[in-house]
């Protein structure tokens, strides 16, 4: 409509700049600089709170693990100038990212700023003009399920963090962390390490002959598969200590050069008992991304990723 001022709040300054340029005139645009609140630190609660069921973790565990938000000191400013660009606004588009940390954001600024103005969740996917102004004109609400999504991440974090960090800091050693994802992570790698130090190499051999028929000029390769009816090793019939899981015949040196000798004989005469045709098909490959694009367009074309 116009005459009306519309305020767009972004996350990253540097966006905020550049989408400004893009929507011009009757647009005002802010950028919150990540998260506006968090979750307080158990030491500065209320005193009056602090005995209670929030008092271990700033989340109450005994009344549908709700969260106590506060501003953080750092944020306050820039809530303060938020609150004034609103007061002046007709409109208020809350343009954070697309993924839950973004949707958390977005509710968050709705909560503390309170507007009395229409608000509209705005999304896009790419910073360019046609971009910016088809998010204008296509908002939603705000994702819910999203929010919640973050918050239980969020939550997970604090009463993970909290109640682990200190056994490790009396098992372990002082100053280590414990997290909902970092721990989990720390015990795959562990594991993997384990692994890897328990493993045993085995050698193996196998054969490969490489024939021309008598009527043909072309040349083809043959693999021994089979040696007295069993089937010759390969790495998949090995375990982690080297030994072997199956009932196969796994070839040394020694036995794979007497192959190999007696099928240099001139006597030796290797036949062709059938021919199978099979149809072949092979899957497309999956549509570029920025990156792969990038890495292809520089293997086969030597451009640079400005270039492409």
């Given amino acids: 409509m116009p005459g009306t001022k519309k305020l767009v709040i972004v996350e990253s300054p540097t966006k905020a700049k550049t989408i400004a340029q893009y929507l011009g005139d009757g647009y005002e645009v802010h950028s919150s600089v990540g998260h506006i609140r968090d979750l ?28 106590y938000y506060v501003v953080s000191d750092a944020k306050k400013k820039t809530v303060t100038e938020l609150k004034r660009a609103l007061s002046g606004a007709d409109e208020l588009f809350l343009a954070t990212d697309e993924d839950r940390e973004g949707e958390a954001i977005a509710w968050h600024l709705l909560q503390v700023l309170k507007p009395k103005v229409p608000v ?50 009396r098992k372990v050693g002082p100053g280590l962390s414990a997290g909902r994802v970092q721990s989990a992570a720390t015990r795959l790698v562990v594991e993997r390490e384990r692994e890897r130090l328990a493993f045993r190499t ?24 089979r040696l007295d009816g069993k089937r010759i090793a390969a790495g998949r019939d090995f375990d982690d200590r080297g030994t072997l899981k199956s009932d196969v015949v796994a070839l040394d040196e020694a036995a794979a050069e007497a192959l190999a000798a007696a099928l240099r004989e001139p006597t030796t005469s290797i036949t062709v008992t059938s021919v199978e045709s099979k149809p072949y098909t092979r899957r497309p490959a999956a549509p570029f991304t920025t990156s792969t694009l990038q890495q292809e367009a520089g293997r086969k074309l030597r451009f640079s990723a400005r270039q492409t």
């Fill in 202 to 225: 085995a050698s193996y051999w196998d054969l490969i002959a490489g024939l021309t028929p008598d009527a043909a000029n072309q040349r083809f390769e043959a693999r021994l598969a």
């Fill in 40 to 67: 307080i630190e158990p030491k500065n609660l209320p005193p009056e709170l602090k005995k209670g069921s929030l008092g271990k973790f700033s989340v109450d565990v005994e009344n549908g693990f709700e969260p």
């Fill in 120 to 169: 509209h969740r705005m999304v896009f996917h790419e910073i360019t003009k046609e971009a910016i102004q088809h998010a204008t004109e296509n908002t939603r609400e705000i994702d819910t399920s999203l929010v919640d999504a973050q918050e239980t991440r969020r939550i997970l974090d604090r009463l993970y963090g909290y109640e682990v960090s200190p056994v490790l800091w």
